[in-house]
């Protein structure tokens, strides 16, 4: 199966310009614990899902609820396939990368989350410019879903004038319905990443059972 990786980068664009996103593949949508593409890793207590702090608030969105502390702001756009898209955002030390949370509905995958996270992978590890490529089952909030799959990677972005700056990401692909996967992207400068809200804020996703 000829796995087109490539349009993955899509919802990662997406993330970073607040514009469309995509899917990996032509496929038909399935995602049965048979399924080859499901990571076999375990995931570390770092990334775990649970509830935020006291100090957070609910956001709610649409098929989802996340939380988030009141520094960061919220926006609410549409991505190029029509799709409702939440943004959440803090300034960095580093003024082009902000701090950012952002969740992207894919009402239309042509590939199950397995495999677009598997695609995300592989074109990041193969890619020459990005580190510490990571993929993991994540067991989720509701029971009644498939644990999602985190994909982490470190990669260098454009900064002020000709620098560049080293960026942090996280993709949560959370498989809700055959048409709709939910993705949490979540970056910072990877130097105030670790003590950033953003990775806590990922971690408090919930998403609705009907979508």
């Not at 894919?106 to 590890?125: C, I, Y």
């Not at 000709?162 to 910072?188: C, H, K, M, P, R």
Request: glycine share 8%; proline share 8%; charged share 20%.
């Amino acid at each position: 199966m000829r796995l087109r990786a490539g349009v993955v980068a899509a919802t990662v664009a997406a993330a970073l310009g607040l514009g469309g996103c995509g899917s990996a593949t032509d496929t038909t949508p399935s995602d049965d614990a048979d399924d080859p593409y499901r990571p076999t890793g375990t995931p570390s207590a770092t990334v775990a899902m649970g509830e935020g702090p006291a100090a957070y608030s609910e956001v709610e969105g649409s098929g989802f609820t996340i939380s988030a502390p009141g520094e960061f702001q919220q926006q609410r756009t549409t991505s190029r396939n029509g799709e409702p898209m939440l943004v959440l955002e803090t300034p960095s030390r580093v003024t082009a990368v902000p701090q950012r949370v952002v969740v992207i509905r894919d009402t239309a995958p042509r590939a199950p989350a397995t495999q677009q996270s598997f695609a995300l992978e592989t074109l990041k590890s193969s890619s020459g410019t990005s580190r510490e490529v990571h993929r993991t089952s994540v067991p989720g909030l509701v029971d009644e879903l498939p644990p999602a799959i985190l994909v982490s990677w470190r990669e260098r972005r454009a900064g002020a004038g000709a620098s560049t700056v080293e960026v942090t990401y996280w993709q949560l692909f959370q498989q809700v319905g055959d048409d709709l996967i939910l993705n949490v992207v979540a970056l910072a400068p990877t130097a105030e990443f670790e003590t950033s809200e953003v990775s806590r804020i990922l971690r408090t996703f919930v998403p609705d059972t009907d979508g």
